[in-house]
């Protein structure tokens, strides 16, 4: 790009330093309020820039303009979005970011776990990376790429269009949000504060991949009430609550519905947690599918193995719960199909090829969709993530801000 001054090492070895990692078990929001430390000092950078509205609300949410450079005031305004959580599946306690320049595709060991070693055989992208500078972290943590690697590609953008105010755009609105990981992420935004038409997330992995198409999802609480007794002389009276989730869980099919043997456009119906013991157990699923009218299909089956348990334990009280989480961003997206169409030509532009794909999950963008603001997801490079292997290519970054770069210009377009 032309006068282009990358930013995006410097900001993301800074962003993964600070600790975000989301609390599942937590009923505050944000569920962790460290979250708030990298929030607080986005909004700094924000303002350093020169984006004189950036804030953070009472919630943890960061906003911040910049204002259409053009002629036509009657352009959409556009999102660009990335999460500041980080995964509770892996530590992001001190987190300390290696740079490996010049990658020769040798093996990569971590040097404060020397078991972690990243390798291309069990991770094949880092054939294609070979020569780039590849940032790990230390082999006791995860290294916060997702979505740390979205956020340094969205500031580093900021930045750019703020050193060449040449470069058209539209009202551009900033957004970085809590809790994604926890599957909160825009549980309490506001919508009219934010005031965009149309948005893009950005926390995709591979280099071009684009992502407007992800899964429906529900999840299903299972409480079994057993019937206690004392084990001494618990003979015909003790139902144990524990026993027959087990057995229950024991009843799902081995060899298909799962995530471990299902891939594309699969569904899956998986248990996540079990907690109790022998007078309550309580079982929590997420329920899986591309195609939404699949989720009914999938919590009937479930009850049916469920209720087939139970039939052996008459007396038992049970309960089945149902609770949407999010939906297919597609059945959305379809309506105005020319938001992925724009992000296609932008990679063009940017000589990167598309990679157009689906997503075996979701992100914030899965929810923003139905809220509002049709929103697919762009690459940042992320890869392994959710793990100490966890890696990301500053090349790929960089080339995150030159497909965001292309983009605003293609937006001043819209009619």
Avoid at 86 to 98: E, F, L, Q, Y
Avoid at 227 to 235: C, D, F, L, S, V
Avoid at 323 to 346: L, S
Wanted: proline share 5%; aromatic share 6%; net charge negative.
């Amino acid at each position: 790009m032309k006068n282009y001054t990358s930013s995006v090492e410097e900001r993301f070895i800074k962003y993964a330093k600070i600790d975000t990692t989301a609390d599942p078990n937590s009923e505050s929001f944000p569920s962790s309020l460290k979250q708030k430390d990298l929030a607080k000092g986005l909004v700094q950078e924000l303002l350093d820039l020169g984006i004189n509205d950036a804030e953070m609300d009472e919630w943890g949410y960061v906003f911040g303009t910049l204002e259409n450079n053009t002629e036509n005031k009657n352009l959409p305004t556009i999102c660009f979005c990335a999460h500041m959580d980080t995964a509770p599946d892996c530590s992001g306690t001190n987190v300390k970011p290696i740079v490996h320049r010049n990658y020769d595709g040798n093996p990569i060991t971590l040097p404060d776990d020397s078991t972690q070693v990243i390798t291309t055989e069990k991770h094949s992208y880092l054939k294609e990376r070979i020569g780039d500078d590849i940032i790990t972290a230390s082999g006791l943590t995860l290294l916060g790429a997702d979505d740390k690697a979205g956020i340094a590609i969205i500031m580093d953008l900021a930045q750019h269009l703020k050193a060449n105010p040449e470069i058209p755009h539209p009202t551009i609105r900033i957004l970085f949000t809590p809790d994604e990981e926890v599957g909160r992420g825009v549980e309490h935004l506001d919508m009219k504060k934010l005031n965009a038409d149309f948005g893009y997330t950005l926390d995709g992995g591979v280099l071009g991949s684009l992502e407007d198409e992800s899964f429906s999802a529900d999840a299903v609480t299972i409480t079994i009430n057993g019937i206690t007794a004392h084990p001494g002389y618990a003979k015909g009276k003790m139902v144990s609550a524990m026993k027959v989730a087990s057995e229950f869980i024991a009843a799902l099919p081995k060899n298909e519905w799962s995530p471990e043997t299902t891939q594309d456009r699969e569904g899956f119906v998986h248990p996540v947690a079990i907690n109790g013991g022998m007078e309550q157990t309580v079982v929590q699923f997420i329920i899986r599918d591309h195609i939404t009218a699949k989720l009914k299909e999938y919590e009937d089956r479930l009850e049916g193995i469920l209720n087939d348990t139970l039939a052996k334990y008459p007396k038992l009280d049970t309960s089945f719960e149902v609770e949407e989480q999010y939906r297919n961003m597609k059945e959305e997206i379809v309506k105005v199909p020319f938001v992925t169409d724009y992000a296609i030509q932008a990679m063009e532009n940017a000589e990167i090829k598309p990679l157009p794909t689906i997503i075996r999950g979701g992100t914030d963008g899965s929810r923003l969709s139905f809220m509002g603001m049709p929103c697919p997801n762009i690459f940042t490079g992320e890869l392994a993530i959710h793990s100490r292997h966890e890696y990301v290519s500053i090349q790929d970054m960089e080339k995150g801000t030159a497909t965001l770069t292309e983009l605003v210009k293609i937006w001043t377009q819209h009619k």
